[in-house]
């Protein structure tokens, strides 16, 4: 199959979200038909190309809310167009890329630039996420306005990596987005309780002497972000919760109404700090590998609807930066390849929730908080055809040496893990086929798909 | 035995295995020719990449007493942010022959991660790593507390554990590596141990740790059936503690955690189960006038020259039983 | 390690008793007498042997005073072939009375193989200051002698082959009752090759 047309596909006997086998016939971009009509659609068609489904899952694209592609500034840690292949090969039809590159996506420019990068490759849809604060500082104002109104259309705004931790500044932040129908994403992080932190403090930070990063910094500034959110009636949305506290916190914000949405990324679903024991850097993470008691929780909310979202938060890093003293080593795990197996293995083996559910917190959800029109839809006649096929009996022994992220810091090496993504649609283009990159989706197509 | 990391590796029997070569070592310390050809040919390499001047002169006599030829490598201030890595450097000790790594690092873990890396084949001393560990401290404290807890009951000190014996540990618990290397060790070895310090100067979950806590020092020096401890161990204040951040001023400290000239007399008049005066240990060097008075200090019940040769005695042995290790590739 | 079970006995407890006698007689006669004689010996049967050797000495001439007169040596910090070893944590070294200065110390052993032993406690002994002279006592001279030492006092002479183990079984360090002590050798299977710098099996000194 070559990039230059997409010809129709029709996949055969694949199971929606894991119910009935059924077909599917891809065209123009969008599901065209499905069930019995699928095959007789098909017959008008020319060079339709068939795929057997047959034993794998139908899940819409997945969307991540959460991704670092490291472009401009730090290319050899991970370009836009790596990044963009290790999301098409992970399942994700869109990323957001956050702000923290060098320069920093505080201005129209950068985040035209990235959009446009994101464009060019053609992997998955690539939504730049713009600076609250000019160049992260969290002194003044990023021009918010300006990135909303950029090619970009930027909706999400976060300084990811550091807190926006002035109250008044966070305040003006909220109150600011309103008018772009825009949304902040915090990281939740105290800094002056944090200040030096390598990991959670608790029983095993106390016994490694490494200064510690206690949950109250993160839950107190949840605390205070969603009583913001809720006086100045604006949109919240918080990244990578990690703390059995900040479920409870947010659980109590969603009762009183509170317009917040809540983040777990796949590593805080199943990694504790029990594994620093060793001082491996590919653990040091931010926020950071919590208690099993925490791990705990974060399932329960992300099952219950606490939390809304899988979050990446994919990190890439060079070697360098990992192979080095705990201390100074960098913070930050690769995820993209990963999130889906890691969600199976602790989320639907778990019993603790569904397909459907999955593609809610996958895809759906992270969709609906960013507004988009063409991601998380449902798997339907009419829709757009941004879907993946799982196989979800095979396992995999992670090897970051296999992946097509740049970064090969990941927590889950070696690990046995279910599940993997067959092929990804991007408009009804297979960009991955057979497990494996196939083609990316042509400039052209993109651009009139993901601007409709 | 391949690497020594952490005294929480250490079983009791490979503690009083190190602590029983290190008597013998501290007879060979005694006679006239004090130098052992047990390590002739072999390379200490001391990789310190923080200045210690003390704990680097102990590990150097301690291997040239054992015919090891000794490199020293200062690396201080030497990160990934200022240069060559840890890894870079480690390779090329390993290039140049080293047997041995003996290294201090400002950064906890770094030497677990030089021991798991597959960097060097060397073994691996922790001469002290950030704030987590320093075990040959901690041995050479035992062996210190050892011979006294022994000699008060007439006892040989081979193959004695301090079962029984009531330690107290003062100061700043949060970022001793000398008191955390102390407390595994002493645990292990059956000694009682109490902690006495400020509660900001304690770690976040201190209460789950095999040990009793007090904030008091009043409380903890006449806690215990014999009413008193068997032993002092007084930690050193460091100075970028002080100034209020984890106590209000240094005259507070000493107050209430200060081995002061009252809480002297309060030791010298105890008499512990043995019938002898409790000994005060301390890693050095000294703050005289605040968390030690001079009195203190300079007191006959005040072990800290015996810890420096012990120091000696400990390194030796702990030099020569990890590299007269089978476990080590001799191909 | 593969070994066939074949184990036989080469001296009896009533064997071991007659050639400490012989050899108590032998040092006496040697040194005409007992004065300035010290024993020595190398932990940790040879400690015991030595013990035991001091006894006999005693009742041939109650001037002999054992406590003043035996001592331990040992050798481990001394030894050239730990890494094929592995460490061994050392055993005490007791010098009773004024010292080795002008003495005549015997090294006392249990089983005399490559000689590194004993060469390892010549070292120690220099260390440690001048003897007069220094004998060597063992009970099994089992050859294989990788160095130039010999001994001056042999309970028995036992030829052996490489593959063969030499075990000195005593009541203090193995266990045994003291009348079922003896000396054993177990011959290895054919299969387990002689170790290269020919080291001993524990037990059977070097």
């Not at chain 1, 910094?217 to 009583?227: N, P």
């Not at chain 1, 839809?377 to 009996?393: C, F, K, M, S, T």
């Not at chain 2, 952490?6 to 490979?14: H, V």
């Not at chain 2, 200045?51 to 490598?73: C, G, H, P, Q, Y």
Request: some cysteine; glycine content about 8%.
């Amino acid at each position: 199959m070559t990039s230059t047309s997409t010809a129709p596909t029709l996949i055969l006997g694949a199971r929606p979200y894991g119910e009935e086998p059924t077909d599917i016939l891809l065209a123009e971009g969008r599901i065209l038909a499905m069930g019995e009509q699928a095959r007789g659609h098909a017959q008008d068609l020319e060079k339709v190309h068939e795929l057997d489904a047959a034993g794998l899952l139908a899940l819409p694209g997945m969307v991540d809310l959460h991704t670092h592609l490291r472009e401009p500034g730090r290319e050899d840690a991970e370009t836009v167009e790596t990044g963009s292949r290790a999301a098409a090969k992970g399942g994700f039809t869109a990323v957001h890329a956050m702000a923290n590159s060098s320069p920093v996506a505080d201005t129209a420019g950068v985040v035209e630039q990235v959009h446009r990068l994101g464009r060019d490759s053609g992997w998955t849809e690539v939504y730049p996420v713009g600076a609250v604060t000019v160049g992260l500082a969290g002194e003044k104002l990023a021009e918010l306005g300006a990135m909303a109104e950029s090619s970009a259309q930027v909706r999400m705004f976060s300084d990811d990596g550091m807190c926006v931790h002035n109250p008044v500044l966070m305040r003006r932040a909220l109150e600011y987005v309103k008018t772009v129908d825009g949304f902040i994403a915090q990281h939740a992080q105290e800094p002056l309780l944090t200040e030096g932190a390598q990991m959670n403090e608790g029983d095993v930070s106390a016994v490694l002497g490494l200064p510690g990063w206690p949950a109250v910094a993160e839950e107190s500034i949840i605390a205070r972000d969603v009583l913001l959110a809720q006086h100045v009636g604006s949109r919240l949305h918080i990244c990578h919760v990690s703390t059995a506290g900040s479920v409870e916190i947010i659980r109590w914000a969603k009762q009183r109404g509170i317009d917040v949405t809540a983040e777990v990324t796949p590593h805080h679903l199943l990694l504790t700090d029990e594994l620093v024991r060793g001082y491996d850097p590919v653990y040091k993470v931010n926020p950071p590998l919590r208690t099993a008691a925490d791990v705990e929780a974060l399932r329960h909310g992300l099952a219950d609807g606490t939390i809304d979202v899988i979050g990446t938060d994919h990190a890439p890093h060079p070697t360098q930066a990992k192979e080095c003293e705990w201390s100074a080593a960098a913070m930050g795990m690769t995820g993209l390849e990963t999130a889906l197996p890691v969600v199976i293995k602790t989320m639907i083996a778990t019993g603790l929730m569904d397909w459907r559910r999955f593609a809610e917190v996958t895809s759906e959800a992270p969709a609906r908080i960013y507004r988009h029109s063409q991601q998380g839809r449902p798997l339907q006649p009419g829709e757009p055809a941004n879907l993946i096929l799982v196989d979800a009996e095979s396992t995999q022994t992670v090897d970051p040496g296999g992946h097509a992220s740049k970064g090969r810091n990941s927590p889950f090496r070696g690990m046995q893990l279910p599940g993997s993504v067959r092929a990804t649609f991007l408009h009804g283009h297979p960009v991955v086929l057979d497990g494996a990159l196939n083609s990316p989706l042509k400039q052209s197509q993109a651009q009139r798909k993901v601007t409709s | 035995m391949r690497h020594l990391l952490s005294t929480a590796d250490l079983s009791r029997t490979e503690a009083l295995s190190i602590l029983d070569t290190a008597e013998e070592m501290a007879a060979v310390s005694t006679r006239e020719v004090k130098k052992l050809p047990t390590l002739r040919g072999r390379t200490v390499v001391n990789l310190f990449f923080e200045d210690s001047t003390r704990t680097r002169i102990s590990f150097e006599a301690a291997a040239k007493r054992l015919s090891a030829d000794v490199m020293n490598f200062s690396a201080k201030g030497s990160s990934v942010s200022k240069g060559e890595s840890l890894k870079d450097t480690v390779q090329t000790l390993e290039a140049i022959g080293a047997d041995a790594i003996v290294m201090r690092h400002w950064a906890s873990g770094a030497a677990a991660q030089l021991a798991a890396s597959d960097w060097t084949d060397c073994a691996v001393i922790n001469a002290g790593d950030g704030t987590h560990e320093h075990p040959t401290q901690a041995l050479l404290d035992a062996l210190t507390l050892r011979r006294g807890w022994t000699a008060a009951r007439g006892e040989d000190p081979r193959g004695a554990d301090l079962a029984g014996m009531r330690v107290l540990i003062v100061g700043d618990i949060l970022h001793s590596r000398v008191a955390r290397s102390n407390i595994w060790l002493l645990r292990t070895l059956g000694a009682e141990v109490g902690l006495v310090a400020p509660a900001t100067l304690l770690p976040v979950g201190v209460q789950k740790w095999p040990v009793s806590v007090f904030y008091s020092l009043d409380e903890a020096l006449a806690s215990g059936p014999a009413g008193g401890p068997d032993a002092v161990m007084m930690l050193r204040v460091q100075a970028e503690r002080m100034g209020g951040a984890y106590f209000p001023t240094a005259a507070e400290y000493t107050r209430r955690w200060g081995l002061t000239d009252d809480r002297l007399a309060q030791l010298e008049n105890h008499r512990t189960a043995a019938g002898a005066q409790p000994m005060i240990l301390h890693p050095g060097p000294m703050n005289r006038g605040v968390e030690i008075s001079a009195a203190a200090a300079d007191s006959p019940m005040n072990q800290v020259l015996d810890q420096v040769s012990h120091g000696v005695s400990v390194r030796m042995a702990v030099l020569h039983l990890l590299l007269s290790s089978s476990e080590r590739n001799t191909a | 390690m593969t070994r066939s079970p074949e184990t036989s006995h080469v001296m009896s407890a009533s064997d071991m008793d007659r050639a400490l006698t012989r050899i108590a007689h032998e040092i006496v006669e040697s040194h005409r007498g007992i004065e300035g004689l010290l024993l020595l010996g190398i932990p940790r049967r040879g400690t015991i042997l030595a013990r035991r050797l001091g006894e006999r000495l005693a009742r041939i001439d109650p001037g002999f005073d054992p406590e003043q007169s035996t001592g331990s040596l040992d050798i481990t910090l001394y030894r050239d072939d730990l890494r094929a070893h592995g460490a061994r944590t050392p055993e005490p070294t007791k010098i009773p009375g004024a010292g080795i200065d002008g003495a005549t110390v015997v090294l006392v052993d249990d089983v005399l193989y490559s000689g590194r032993t004993v060469r390892a406690a010549l070292d120690a002994l220099q260390a440690l200051g001048r003897p007069a002279v220094v004998r060597l006592a063992v009970l099994v001279d089992r050859g294989h002698r990788e160095l130039p030492i010999r001994s001056d006092h042999v309970g028995k002479n036992l030829p052996t082959s490489r593959e063969e183990r030499v075990s000195v079984l005593l009541d203090e360090v193995d266990g045994v009752p003291r009348e079922e002590e003896a000396v054993v050798i177990q011959r290895h299977a054919a299969t387990s090759s002689p170790p290269a710098t020919g080291s001993p099996a524990a037990g059977g000194g070097c």
